[in-house]
């Protein structure tokens, strides 16, 4: 399943806009009246959120209730974007995409998934090029999702490493041997625990 960021702009007409881990648009959308649930089921569609990003600060309680909804990381810029900056923002990537804005709140959820985007690009970037020269077939999205939930590239990387048979059979004579040498001291101490008793 595809891992998404989705900017969330709540209010009697919520605005969504869906970007991939990669900053490609997947989806742009606004409701009147739109129900909690459905907000949901739309997202859902789409793939998995990792990111609900909002577009001021502190987000509003409906942006932190989706994202505990979906259990998911909560996007705050450091302060609340400027009308013009978002517009900016939102519309020179439009063009870009060929995505069509229809109203404010669009402009303002996708402002919020942009902006959330370019705060992790840089680590995304890195966990490609990591990824690359190691020639690893760990899928980049997962690590991504990980580095999102507060991993270090390389715990993500770590966590994500199918184990090797060898890896897994050393282990496994390791846990044997230090068995067999717990036990040996056991015995150890019981003989000695039986002479004292005797003398």
């Not at 789409?46 to 577009?55: K, T």
């Not at 505990?68 to 900016?88: D, E, F, G, I, M």
């Not at 705060?119 to 995304?124: A, E, L, R, S, V």
Request: glycine share 6%; with cysteine.
């Amino acid at each position: 399943m595809r891992k998404l960021i989705v900017g969330v702009d709540p209010g009697v007409t919520c605005g969504l806009a869906v970007l991939t881990l990669d900053g490609r648009c997947v989806y742009v959308g606004s409701k009147r009246n739109w129900l909690f649930s459905d907000i949901i089921h739309t997202i859902g569609e789409l793939g998995e959120a990792v990111l609900i990003a909002s577009d001021v600060s502190p987000p509003p309680a409906s942006v932190s209730k989706i994202s505990s909804s979906l259990n998911a990381v909560t996007y705050t810029p450091p302060t609340s974007l400027n009308p013009s900056y978002k517009q900016q923002l939102a519309k020179s990537f439009a063009e870009e995409q060929g995505v069509d804005l229809e109203n404010s709140h669009e402009v303002d959820a996708l402002a919020a998934a942009l902006k959330a985007y370019q705060h992790y690009k840089n680590k995304f970037n890195q966990i490609e090029t990591r990824l690359k020269e190691a020639d690893s077939r760990i899928y980049p999205e997962e690590v991504k999702a990980l580095v999102i939930r507060g991993y270090t590239i390389q715990r993500a990387i770590d966590t994500l490493q199918p184990k090797s048979k060898i890896e897994v059979k050393i282990k496994a004579e390791k846990k044997e041997t230090e068995k067999a040498r717990g036990s040996d001291s056991e015995i150890e101490e019981l003989r000695a625990k039986l002479k004292r008793e005797r003398n």
